[in-house]
């Protein structure tokens, strides 16, 4: 079994360079994913000089871990929409949404760029009729929103339903394969690509000023392609933060069903889709158990639930792959996409829950038309100052709530362990030592690994992630490497290392 995507091991690794020199362009994008990547073509092919910036690789955050599924309904449910806002709302939901997908089909098309791009249906499920309700309330929402929906009561799936939401022409694709040939497309359109290059810095001004480990990138726009914008920002405190979790398996009946399933589960739902590799390999993905960043100790039993929910329901012959990825939440159940004001040419594209491939490349054409002075039919939807506190209050206030209780868990510093010498190989603790707090882990070698258990971003106290090994904070999502590093997040700042002689 690989602990890595599926999406991973079936594209080309990409190569290039990190920046090594002071760099001045008309616009510089933060994050290579599927936000980054779209902008940046749809910008350097309108020429307009550019400069990616990605951390690690291209396509390796969210984009490298998704679903690969593109629809355009949403997982906070069109009837969900509609009553938050109205059937308007929920109209432009859907052909936004729908229009993302077009403009990556055009791409592959038009570009001959081999994604596996197919038009599948999407199913919402209901296995037991309790759930009934909720289906054909779904179902009367979809079709209010001008989507092509039908109700059934048979699925390509190996066991009985109770009924089924069905809505036509949605789509399938590799997200890595997708990704790797649009970095390709913006260098041969004049932009540049930068690997291997976190922004430590941001100076907002006139121009702006990035500051990387080897260079100073001066823009005149910035577009935060980041998944949750770098820096402290208002938006924070609109969102939640989630990690979900997936499986990659084999079927001994080599009997994979087409098409893009979400089965209601209580308390949450499994996504379910299939996939041929470029060997002509096929698995079955099943994903879900979502939880709050930072809120769970135990994130291996994630796994160990797909792995029965997948056995229960599917004749498995091997589990191959597993991963997790992390999603963000709004308030009011809609991404917040665009300009942060009229003034300073920050823009920032965030929210999308686990919607993201749709939405991270409608927020691409929406921040590129907004650059480009162009009329967009979409940008009022999803501005990000829109912020309606009656739309908004419930989740508001939930998510503050809690980021307020993990401050207050910490306080004064409680530690997991007493003493260094108490973590035991493969095991992250927190250690208080002269009353500081330290992230301690030691690897399966028993070397240490230590720094300062104090997120960068806002001060909350980090948690350790056994099944990522990583230390995730609670309050706002940002993740770092055993040694520090910024894997995610709003954090810039990688978690310092202590002193000489500290903690022993």
Request: charge should be neutral; hydrophobic fraction near 40%.
């Amino acid at each position: 079994m690989k602990k890595t995507s599926l999406w991973k091991e079936d594209a080309d690794a990409s190569a290039y360079p990190p920046l090594q020199n002071d760099l001045h362009v008309d616009v510089a994008i933060i994050g290579g994913g599927m936000t980054g990547l779209t902008a940046a073509h749809l910008l350097a092919g309108a020429g307009k000089s550019v400069a990616l910036l990605e951390a690690w690789r291209v396509g390796g955050g969210t984009t490298g871990f998704s679903t690969g599924n593109l629809y355009a309904t949403v997982e906070e449910r069109m009837h969900a929409i509609c009553s938050k806002f109205d059937s308007e709302t929920a109209h432009a939901v859907a052909a936004s949404r729908t229009a993302a997908i077009g403009h990556i089909e055009n791409l592959v098309h038009r570009l001959a760029i081999d994604c596996d791009f197919h038009r599948r249906p999407w199913r919402l499920i209901s296995e037991i009729p309790q759930n009934n309700k909720i289906l054909e309330k779904e179902f009367h929402a979809c079709r209010e929103a001008g989507l092509d929906a039908y109700l059934e009561t048979s699925t390509p799936l190996p066991f009985d339903i109770s009924r089924a939401l069905r809505i036509e022409n949605q789509a399938q694709f590799n997200p890595m394969r997708y990704a790797k040939a649009l970095a390709a497309e913006i260098i041969k359109a004049g932009g540049s690509v930068f690997e291997r290059t976190p922004v430590l810095r941001i100076k907002e001004g006139s121009p702006h000023s990035l500051y990387t480990e080897n260079g100073t990138v001066t823009a005149d726009k910035i577009i935060h392609a980041t998944h949750s914008p770098k820096g402290v920002r208002f938006v924070h405190t609109l969102m939640g933060v989630h990690r979900e979790y997936a499986i990659a398996v084999k079927l001994n009946s080599n009997n994979y069903p087409e098409g893009i399933f979400w089965v209601m589960s209580r308390p949450h739902q499994h996504s379910i889709r299939a996939y041929t590799d470029s060997r002509g390999e096929s698995f079955l993905l099943v994903l879900g158990e979502p939880h709050k960043v930072g809120h769970k100790k135990d994130n291996e039993s994630c796994f160990r639930n797909l792995e029965a929910y997948a056995g229960a329901r599917f004749d498995v012959k091997s589990v191959d792959y597993r991963w997790s990825a992390q999603n963000y939440r709004s308030a009011d159940g809609l991404p917040y996409i665009g300009a942060l004001d009229e003034k300073t040419g920050v823009y920032i594209a965030t929210g999308f829950a686990t919607d993201g491939l749709t939405y991270g490349t409608l927020a691409a054409m929406i921040i590129s038309d907004l650059i480009l002075d162009n009329e967009n039919p979409w940008a009022k939807l999803y501005d990000p100052r829109r912020h309606n506190p009656l739309k908004s209050a419930g989740r508001f206030i939930k998510e503050n709530v809690h980021v307020f209780m993990d401050y207050m868990h910490d306080l004064p510093y409680r530690a997991e362990a007493k003493i260094v010498s108490d973590i035991r190989p493969d095991e992250g603790k927190t250690v208080v030592i002269k009353g500081e707090k330290f992230a301690v882990y030691r690897d399966e070698a028993g070397v240490l690994h230590q720094v300062s258990a104090v997120c960068t971003h806002m001060k909350c106290i980090v948690n350790w992630n056994a099944e990522a090994k990583s230390w995730d904070c609670p309050c706002h999502g940002s993740r770092f490497t055993v040694d520090g590093r910024v894997i995610e997040g709003p954090a810039m700042i990688d978690l310092p290392k202590p002193e000489t002689g500290k903690p022993h």
